[in-house]
Structures are given as structure tokens and as C-alpha cells.
């Protein structure tokens, strides 16, 4: 998927040629597991983040981590239940240069969960990148694992939920103009858009759980759910479409799940990369038996971060009816002595431009 590569930045480092100097093979392959485990161990930081980093700003700080209860009575049943939200919500970047609505996560307080850490705090909605939820696959059996259940819950704005293709102008080349004509928006061409390959549902959402195993039936890993927002008119709930909230509920993690570090974010056809860019993903930790085996070659002291690498793309926006609503302009350039003018949109990306 094209999200993907725009978002996700994994950090793998091989150690294949320092360790084969020493001979060894298994020792070898155990060395570098553990290297790249400690240097995979997931990580989550936002653009912005990083630009507060430079400019002096707050300390890197994970998303919060959740964790299932603990269950003394019953060890083996341990439920990481979640309310999740999708709500429009205001953003400005580290360097104040845009300031925008983004569609973003926020994590509801409830007796569902708990902080990994066992430390209560408040939230801090809206989760930009969303939270990482933390969960232990089984070790023997096949429902011996932790459980996930997840009522997700549309509270985008109910406009925008339509199935026709999203009207676009295309702002990315510059077009003439007469010397008396204005510069602005009607000037550039409306794209013909057809029908499934196009922006549409903005506002519609649904959830998807990216690198484990996961049923693809409903209430599990089903990317063929709309979920509208809550209060939408005319919409029939069915197998395919609900209105306002879903309720989702994993099989127990087996103990044949891979451990590590995956993702999650929406996958409704027609807004996954405009909800994935404007910063709905986040992180699945599932842990097992290789984890403790680690801790234990550290005695406790291994430290484990999460490190997300988000890009808020509001440049997806780029293709839309208007362009991007702060840090662009309209220019018209009548400089080449000939008798029309160029009119083009500029953009002032604060990180440099992304072509170059
Ligand atoms: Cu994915």
C-alpha cells in the first residue's frame, strides 16, 4: 500500500558482517537477533516532536502505552478493552506555519485498560500519532493469549460522506492567464475523477490491523466495513455499514502469532491515505516468550521505546477543490514578456520542499 511507504520507517540494522568475523554461526544469528530487536524495538515520533526537539520544545515522549488490566483471579484471561474515538480536531505544526484540522484518535478513560506502566495519568487527546496498545500472544495453546476488543466510534462530521468521487482541482502545475485575469483557484482545471479511484467518504472510517494475523471476518479484521459518523442520515446498518460506533472483538492471540512490533489505521477505499496522513495509525506491541528471554540476557535493564515516525501530510489536500489553506499563496508571474501570465500555487513546506 502506498500509506504505508509514505509513513512507516522501520530501522534494521545488520550486524551480519561483524559477527561472521567471529565464526559461530548460531552464536552469530543470536547476536544480531538481539541487536536488532533492541534497535527495532518499536518507536513513535511525530514530525513534530522532532522539530520541538530542535527548537529547544518538550522532551520526546511515547504515545501512551496501554495494557490489559491485570486479572488476579483469572491470569489467563486478561482483556485489553478500548474505546476508541475519530474526532476533526485542530493541529498546527512545531514551526506554527500550519494550522489545520486533521481527523485524529482519542483514547477514552474507562476501566478497560491500563497504562503498561501501572502509573495513572490523564490522556493527552488528541492522540497524534494514536495510542499503542500493548498485548502478550498465548505460549502453548491457541486461546491462551490476551484479547482485544475495541468499540470504535465515528465522531468525524457527518458531511462529506458520500460515495461520489470528491470534486478536485488539480494545483500542482501552473496555468496561463490573461495579464488582467486574477490568479486564484477557478483558474486551475477541474480533474475528471471516476469511480473507484478517487478521493471519497472523507469521513468514513473503519479499522485495520497491519503485520499480524488477524481474521478478516467482521468484528475482526474487516476493511470492508463503513463506518459513518455518528448521526448520518439514510445509511442502512448491514453487515458492511454501520452508523457511530463498532464494536470489534479479536480472537485470543495464539501462540503461533509473530511478536513484535505492528501497526494499525484505517483502510476504508477512497480516505485511508487521507485519514493515515492526517494521523490516524499507531502502534501493536505483541509480546511473548522471546521478550522474556531478552529481558533476561539484561537483567531487567533493558529499556524499551516506542518511536513512530508520522509525516502529517496535509498536502493531501493538494488535491482538492481549494489548495491547502495556510503556507501556500497564489502567484501570478508576468515576467516572460510574452502576452499571458503564469498563475501558480506556492507551498512553504517548513521542512523543505519534498521534491527537492
Ligand atoms: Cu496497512
Known amino acids: 500500500m502506498t500509506e504505508d511507504k509514505q509513513w512507516s520507517l522501520r530501522i534494521s540494522r545488520s550486524r551480519r558482517r561483524d559477527v561472521s568475523l567471529r565464526g559461530g554461526w548460531e552464536c552469530a544469528s543470536l547476536v544480531r537477533r538481539v541487536w536488532r530487536i533492541a534497535l527495532l524495538l518499536t518507536m513513535v515520533v511525530s514530525v513534530t516532536t522532532l522539530a520541538q526537539a530542535q527548537q ?26 478500548v474505546t476508541l474515538e475519530t474526532k476533526l480536531v485542530d493541529y498546527t505544526r512545531a514551526d506554527g506555519t500550519k494550522k489545520m484540522k486533521v481527523r485524529a484518535y482519542h483514547i477514552v478513560d474507562s476501566s478497560g485498560w491500563q497504562y503498561c506502566d501501572g502509573q495513572q495519568r490523564p490522556i493527552p487527546n488528541p492522540l497524534i500519532p494514536g495510542p499503542t496498545f500493548e498485548l502478550r500472544k498465548g ?16 465522531k468525524l462530521p457527518v458531511d462529506g460522506v458520500g460515495h461520489e468521487c470528491n470534486p478536485i482541482r488539480d494545483f500542482s502545475r501552473s496555468v496561463n492567464v490573461q495579464p488582467h485575469e486574477e490568479c486564484n483557484a477557478d483558474k486551475f482545471p477541474l480533474v475528471p475523477m471516476t469511480m473507484p479511484a478517487c478521493f471519497h467518504g472523507d469521513n468514513i472510517t473503519n479499522f485495520h490491523f497491519h503485520g499480524f494475523h488477524v481474521s478478516p471476518q467482521p468484528h475482526q479484521d474487516f476493511v470492508l466495513l463503513n463506518l459513518y459518523p455518528e448521526g448520518t442520515p439514510h445509511v442502512t446498518p448491514d453487515d458492511y455499514h454501520a452508523v457511530g460506533s463498532y464494536q470489534y472483538e479479536l480472537d485470543p492471540l495464539s501462540y503461533s502469532q509473530p511478536e513484535g512490533t505492528h501497526w494499525y489505521h484505517p483502510h476504508k477505499h477512497g480516505s485511508t491515505a487521507l485519514q493515515v496522513l492526517n494521523g490516524m495509525a499507531g502502534v501493536f506491541l505483541l509480546t511473548g516468550p522471546f521478550d522474556d528471554w531478552l529481558n533476561s540476557q539484561y537483567t531487567g535493564s533493558l529499556e524499551d521505546k516506542v518511536l513512530v515516525v508520522q509525516q502529517i501530510f496535509h498536502e493531501t489536500n493538494f488535491f482538492s477543490r481549494i489548495p491547502p489553506d ?31
Open 139 to 154: 505460549t502453548s495453546g491457541k486461546m491462551d493469549g490476551d484479547k482485544f476488543k475495541m468499540t470504535l466510534v465515528n
Open 56 to 81: 529547544g520544545g518538550p522532551p520526546f515522549t511515547e504515545p501512551p502505552r496501554l495494557c490489559p488490566k491485570d486479572n488476579p483471579n483469572n491470569p489467563q484471561n486478561r482483556v485489553l478493552d
Open 326 to 356: 495556510s503556507g501556500s499563496q497564489f502567484v501570478k508571474d508576468c515576467s516572460s514578456g510574452s502576452s499571458t501570465c503564469t498563475c501558480k500555487v506556492t507551498i512553504t513546506f517548513p521542512f523543505g520542499s519534498p521534491t527537492g
